[in-house]
């Protein structure tokens, strides 16, 4: 079964706080934005998109592997799966081609909010599949019935 929108924005939602939160973490202990020196050419975006994909790999790659689920997926119940087979997509495919879109959620933090609505916007129709999901060839389905 297809899963709903709620579960979907809720899950997104979850994943948009926690994988930040644990880049933030990394910064800190690995120090990588203490010094002067990392703020002296202004803000480093190159570091903290590295420090973010880092973050979302360290939280979300093992889940997504393993299970077809990022952390806040698995607390609402949902999962990915290949559109057409139904089972697990291939890691590579998470990865490579779904995982460049969770950037996409945080560019509305600096303006850029039609990114991620156009790529949400396709999740209302009927199939409930987003940009990415058409990119990446999956579907998010609910797990919450299964064993």
């Not at 803000?43 to 979302?56: D, K």
């Not at 607390?75 to 495919?93: E, M, Q, R, Y």
């Not at 409930?128 to 060839?137: A, E, Q």
Request: proline fraction near 4%; hydrophobic fraction near 50%; aromatic fraction near 10%.
């Amino acid at each position: 079964m297809k899963a709903s929108i709620l579960r979907r924005l809720s899950a997104a939602t979850l994943d948009f706080f926690v994988v930040p939160a644990v880049a933030l973490i990394i910064m800190v202990i690995s120090g990588a934005l203490e010094n002067a020196e990392a703020w002296s050419n202004g803000f480093p975006w190159v570091r903290v998109l590295l420090l973010g994909v880092t973050a979302y790999l360290l939280v979300n790659g093992v889940l997504l592997w393993r299970y077809g689920q990022t952390l806040g997926k698995r607390l609402c119940k949902i999962k990915v799966v290949d559109h057409n087979s139904g089972h697990l997509p291939a890691f590579w495919k998470l990865v490579v081609l779904r995982g460049p879109f969770f950037p996409l959620l945080h560019s509305t933090l600096i303006g850029l909010w039609y990114l991620p609505a156009i790529d949400l916007l396709l999740g209302l129709r009927g199939d409930r599949r987003c940009l990415h999901d058409w990119v990446c060839g999956t579907s998010v389905v609910d797990c919450s019935t299964q064993t």
